[in-house]
Structure formats: structure tokens, C-alpha cells
């Protein structure tokens, strides 16, 4: 994703700084959307009220009660797309035969949404009731639909228009789907019929009768010949489609089939209705063949890929693929967590990313290829609340919501350590010698050698809350902030525990806390929306401003301390980069990014971004700054102080020609320039205080 800079507006290389407030530093406009994503991997994180297949078999999509729709590839089993739904009920989903757009029923409307975009294009109107049925053409053209109205409604899929309404069935319409040659469309109904219609005018060709409940479930073969049905008592009926002949019947489930799916080659189609398992049966007279086991879950939903496996939702949210020559599914397509996803943290080398879950879930992956290298279970029960990795990358601790801390060997997963104490934050120190610890109420450091606690850290206040923290990055001091009532960052001696200071915000409570690469800024967000910068040697307020609609609850800089990336919840659900020096903001992600982002953090390269969503969901993102927010390789900057420091000039050499960059002196009034043909700008501050200052542009610094 490209950043285009303002022009036109720019300081010379020579321009001065003078008064404090007068001067506006130019920043280029955030940019809403989704960000630049590399890979998701998650599933949903409640009930899975439908899936649907596209007509060949390459895309799926599932809507769920976590208000998502999401969308994937069958072939290589990724999360192309989440989208965000006004509701969280959603009974019936379709997508268009090239992936591009899906339609989700919401109430009596029909949203049709761009996948690419992320966004609703239009709506469909015109029934009464419920839409509970809708499916796409084989060409993409046309959308039909049916509901509790009783009516079969068919759309133009460019403009929404409604070509023709079809009536017919006498009760709520629950099933619909096109032939494979777009000529006919077959109906199911709570009447106990299947109808077949013919798509050019609206003509009702045939019914078909002998279902004595509702029927809940319709497909066409690949081929067009065969139709099958499924109902309410668990019965399945092949009819032929040319003349409605009534081919076979067979109790298939109990009590309900849901789902019937054909295989690509006809011979064989498949069912699920509510079991832990999908029950596979031979066309030509109804005999079974196999029956391939699930994982616990009612399966609710099937469908085959393009490559001729099968694949089975269950309410649960997960999404499973079969080979059809096995009985075990081979993997999952809904590849990641089933609940909220807490936490992520990348291995110092940037291979490898740990993230943290529901169900006492830490998954280790490639960043690479998003490859899962290991799955480690946490004692007890619940979720893991935080993960981080050793400075070295051979070990991994973690904080689960069951009162322990618990640090694993990388390489094979083995539990080396148990310490008690529920954790919602934990860190590891520079020297990878200790970690530290906050349960809610205090800190802890550790010695990790041996288990040892060595230090409990308390400020003794009846309002103290601990959960969140950050070591400095020298390891000499360490960081920690409240959570409901807390509205202070404190900071403590790592060598004796001392308290050294307190950083006050100006919130009821601090949820998140970061250290500046160079260790002289803290960064904190609270649940008041602020984000506040303070000087980490005494304590000084420099910053503060509003970053999100509702709490932060993550901060992280970035690798040379130039960007800070923030996250939100509770229906704010942004993720956002802001420039330090100013606090201006860089992009906003608004999209693929759900209602809540517990945790944002920077590669070690500074080249991508991971976040995780609420949704079940974890994402890796280009940084787009990375590089652009550098003076280039081998820039220096020196400072020079007149008049006892009152006066401040500094220089900057061998950068990149002409690259626009921002001075701040002591993290304050910031004066963009560009570097002129030889890499060179300079800039004056006039009117200081009369002492030591600190110029800082990219990730270099100075002091006089």
C-alpha cells in the first residue's frame, strides 16, 4: 500500500522553528481501509449459522453469530476476507461464482458486498419477513432468494434490480439453488415441496412431492441430471431432474439433514444433519460408502472443493477437509483459534510469531508462509491473556486466565517451567535472565534459571491494579500499568524492585504500556481513548491525545522508535500508526480488523505489523512506513546548543536526497524538512529552556 506525502507545504532545509505553537508540522491524510495484509489465520469465534460454496468449488464463505462473514479459498484453505455484519443472526450466505462479491441476507434485505473493497455496494429490497435461502447463478448475473414470505425473488446482481417474483410454495422458503446450466432454479419449503422453476420467465415447471416435513436442504448434481433434497425428519431424496422422477430415499440423520453436496463427478453425494460426521452415499441406489468422522461438533454444513475433497462446517465454528479416501479429516480450513485471540508476540529473528488464545491455545507459525509449526495447550482452563519470546527465540512464556505462568522450550514445545500466579502480561528482560510478571494486583520478577521469585513489586495503594508492562531496553527498569482503576504508569529498579517514579495519565485507568527503542519515552493508552507520552528519566508529560473512540488496549513502537501502532475495542476496533514526533496519524485500518484488537505489534524488521482480533483471528500486515520513515543508510545528526540552550541547531548529513523528514527537540515542536541534493537539512530552535536538549529525526539522535 503506497503513502502519498503532502507537497507544497514543506520547510526549506534551512527553515527555522522559533516560537513554540506556531508551527504546524505538514502530515500526509490517514488512509482508512483495510492494511496491507500478508496472511490471516482464524476461524470464527461463535456459531456458524451458514456456509455456502461458489459453483466450482474455489471459494467458500461462512457467516457466523461473532458478526462476520468470512471468506476463503478451498484450494490452499486461507482467510481471503472478513467482513463485518450490522447483525449477528444471519441464517443464509451465497458468493459469486469469481469470489468477488458475496450476498448476506440481513432481516428482509439482501446485502451485496465487494470482497475487495470490504464494503456493502447495494442492497436488495422487496421481501416481507425473514430472508432465510439465496444463491448466485452459475454465471454471476442473477441472485435469487426466498424467505418467509414464501416467494422465490430474482435479482440482477449488477444493479440489484428484481427482474420477477415466483409464487408458489405455501410456508416459509428455506433452501434454493440454480442448475449448473443457469436455465432452471429448484426451491425447498417448510410445504414439504422442492419446486424446480425455469429461470427465463418465472415459469413453475414442476413440483416435487414426497418429503412429509420440512424441507430444509436442495442440490443440483454438476451435471444438471440429478437433484437432491433433505428434510426435517433426516430423509434424503434423489430425483431425476429432467422429468422429477423420484430415484431413491434413505434415512440418512436424526433428526435433521442439513446439508447434501454432490461430488464433482456425480457418482457420489454427501450429507451432514447435526452428528459429529459426514455420512457419504452412492448415487445410483442410495447405498452408503463411507462415513467420515468430525471432530466432536455437529457438522451443519458440506460442500466439496474444486479438488474434489470435502468440506464440513459445524456450529462451533470450525471447518474441516477430508480427503474422500480417509475417514479423518486432513486438516482444517478455518486454520487458528475458535475464540477470541488475546495476544501475539515475534521471535527476535522475525521467523517465527507465537499467538494466544481461547481454549488455553498458543500457536506457533512461520511469518513466512504462515505455516504452524506447534500448538502448545496451557494448564487449566480458559484463555491465554499474553505470550512473548525470549530474547534469544528458544523460549516462549505464557500467562493463562488459571492462575499460571508457564515458560516452553521453542524447538519442541517441552513445559520447562510452571510458576504460579495468573498472568495477564509477561516479559521477558533484555538479558533474557528474568521475567516479569503482573497478576492483576502486583509484579513479579523472576529468575528464570531456576524459578526463583526474586522481587515482588507493590506500590501498597488500595486502588492498585497491575496488568500490563514493558522492560526498558536496557534492562534496567521495568514498567507497569493498571487496568480498571489505575490511572498510573510506574516504573521500577529491575535490580531491587524499588519503586522509582510514577507517570500519571490523565485516565482512570492505563491498559497498555510501551518503551521507546532508545528506552527515553514511555507510551501508555488508556480507557479513555488517550495515548500519553512520557519522558521515562523523570517522569515528564510530554504528550497526550485522543487515539481511538474507546479504551487502547495495546501500544507498541516501532523498531526505530519513529511510529507508534495503537489498537482499540468495543466497536472503535481500529488499529492505527501515528507519527511520535507529532502525534499525527499515519493510516488507520478500519477494516479486517473486527470490533475489538486486543494486541498490535511490530516484526523486530519493523516491516510488518500483527494484530489480534476477537474474531477468532490473527493478521499479518505490511508496514507501510517501513523505510520511508528512515534518513536512509549511513545519516548522521549532530546538535549544537547556544545562549545556555536556549538556542538549538541541528544538522543532518547523508541522507536520502531529497527525503522529507521530521526534527523534534525533546520530543516536541516537530519541523518537517527535505533533505537537499546532497542529503543535507538543518534546523533551528530558538526561545528553549535553559537546558540540556535532545534533537531526534528518524531513529537518530543527538544531545548538547
Known amino acids: 500500500m503506497s503513502h502519498q506525502r503532502t507537497q507544497g507545504s514543506r520547510l526549506p532545509a534551512t527553515g527555522i522553528a522559533g516560537l513554540a505553537g506556531l508551527l504546524i508540522a505538514v502530515t500526509p491524510a490517514p488512509a482508512q481501509g483495510p492494511p496491507d495484509i500478508v496472511w490471516m489465520a482464524g476461524g470464527h469465534s461463535s456459531r456458524v449459522r451458514a456456509m455456502s460454496s461458489s459453483a466450482d468449488g474455489r471459494f467458500l464463505v461462512t457467516v457466523s453469530d461473532d458478526a462476520t462473514i468470512k471468506v476463503w479459498s478451498t484450494s490452499d484453505r486461507t482467510l481471503l476476507r472478513t467482513l463485518r455484519t450490522r447483525v449477528r443472526f444471519n441464517n443464509a450466505i451465497a458468493v459469486s461464482p469469481d469470489g468477488r462479491t458475496v450476498a448476506s441476507p440481513e432481516d428482509a434485505l439482501i446485502r451485496l458486498w465487494s470482497v475487495s473493497e470490504g464494503e456493502v455496494v447495494r442492497t436488495l429490497t422487496g421481501h416481507v419477513g425473514e430472508v432465510l ?9 442473477l441472485i435469487a432468494s426466498g424467505g418467509e414470505d414464501g416467494t422465490l425473488r430474482l435479482w440482477s446482481a449488477a444493479d440489484g434490480e428484481l427482474l420477477r417474483t415466483l409464487v408458489g410454495h405455501t410456508h416459509y422458503l428455506t433452501a434454493v439453488t440454480f442448475a449448473p446450466d443457469g436455465l432452471t432454479l429448484a426451491s425447498g419449503a417448510q410445504d414439504d415441496t422442492v419446486r424446480i422453476w425455469r429461470v427465463s420467465d418465472g415459469t413453475l415447471v414442476r413440483t416435487l412431492a414426497w418429503h412429509s416435513r420440512d424441507v430444509l436442504c436442495v442440490a443440483y448434481s454438476r451435471s444438471g441430471a440429478l437433484i437432491a433434497s433433505g428434510d426435517e425428519d433426516g430423509m434424503l431424496a434423489l430425483w431425476r431432474a429432467s422429468d422429477g422422477a423420484l430415484l431413491w430415499t434413505i434415512k440418512a440423520h436424526g433428526p435433521n439433514a442439513s446439508s447434501v453436496a454432490f461430488a464433482p463427478d456425480g457418482q457420489t453425494l454427501a450429507s451432514v444433519g447435526g452428528e459429529s460426521r459426514v455420512r457419504v452415499w452412492r448415487t445410483s441406489d442410495g447405498a452408503p460408502v463411507q462415513v467420515l468422522e468430525g471432530r466432536g461438533t455437529s457438522e451443519m454444513f458440506v460442500a466439496y472443493s474444486s479438488e474434489n475433497r470435502l468440506i464440513a462446517g459445524n456450529s462451533q465454528g470450525t471447518i474441516l477437509v477430508w480427503r474422500t479416501s480417509r475417514r479423518r479429516p486432513i486438516g482444517a480450513v478455518s486454520s487458528g483459534h475458535t475464540g477470541i485471540v488475546r495476544a501475539a508476540a515475534f521471535s527476535s529473528d522475525g521467523q517465527l510469531i507465537a499467538i494466544g488464545g481461547a481454549a488455553n491455545t498458543v500457536e506457533i507459525r512461520r511469518v513466512d508462509d504462515r505455516g504452524l509449526v506447534r500448538t502448545l495447550r496451557t494448564d487449566g482452563y480458559g484463555d491465554v491473556y499474553t505470550v512473548a519470546f525470549s530474547p534469544d527465540g528458544r523460549l516462549i512464556a505464557t500467562g493463562s486466565h488459571h492462575n499460571s505462568v508457564q515458560i516452553w522450550r521453542t524447538d519442541d514445545g517441552e513445559l520447562l517451567l510452571t510458576l504460579d500466579g495468573f498472568a495477564p502480561a509477561v516479559a521477558f528482560s533484555p538479558d533474557g535472565q528474568l521475567l516479569a510478571t503482573v497478576d492483576g494486583k502486583v509484579g513479579r520478577l523472576w529468575r528464570i534459571s531456576d524459578g526463583e521469585l526474586l522481587h515482588t513489586l507493590t506500590t501498597g495503594g488500595e486502588r492498585e491494579v497491575m496488568l500490563a508492562l514493558a522492560f526498558s531496553p536496557d534492562g534496567q527498569t521495568l514498567a507497569t500499568a493498571g487496568g480498571d482503576r489505575d490511572a498510573t504508569v510506574w516504573l521500577w529498579r529491575v535490580s531491587d524492585g524499588a519503586l522509582l517514579r510514577g507517570l500519571v495519565a490523565e485516565a482512570s485507568a492505563v491498559q497498555s504500556v510501551a518503551y521507546s527503542p532508545d528506552g527515553l519515552t514511555v507510551a501508555g493508552g488508556d480507557d479513555i481513548r488517550n495515548i500519553t507520552l512520557w519522558r521515562a528519566a ?59 484488537v486486543r494486541c498490535v505489534r511490530f516484526s523486530p524488521d519493523g516491516t510488518l505489523l500483527a494484530y489480534a482480533r476477537d474474531d477468532a483471528t490473527s493478521v499479518l500486515a505490511g508496514n507501510p512506513f517501513q523505510g520511508e520513515l528512515n534518513c536512509g543508510q549511513g545519516a548522521t545528526v549532530s546538535a549544537r546548543c547556544k545562549n545556555d540552550g536556549r538556542r538549538v541547531i541541528a544538522h543532518l548529513r547523508a541522507a536520502t536526497p531529497g527525503a522529507a523528514v521530521t526534527f523534534t527537540v525533546d520530543s516536541r515542536e516537530p519541523v518537517e524538512v527535505i533533505a537537499d541534493h546532497r542529503g543535507k537539512a538543518r534546523v533551528k530552535y530558538t526561545h528553549q529552556e535553559a537546558e540540556a536538549h535532545t534533537v531526534r529525526v528518524c531513529a537518530l539522535e543527538a544531545g548538547c
Do not use: I
Open 538 to 596: 523523570d517522569g515528564r508529560l510530554l504528550r497526550t491525545w485522543v487515539g481511538h473512540t474507546e479504551a487502547v488496549y495495546s501500544v507498541d513502537f516501532s523498531p526505530d522508535g519513529r511510529a507508534l501502532a495503537s489498537s482499540s475495542g468495543r466497536y472503535d476496533g481500529s488499529v492505527k500508526l501515528w507519527r511520535v514526533s507529532d502525534a499525527a496519524l499515519l493510516k488507520e485500518y478500519d477494516d479486517e480488523t473486527h470490533q475489538v
Open 133 to 141: 435461502a439465496v444463491a448466485f447463478s452459475p454465471d454471476g448475473s
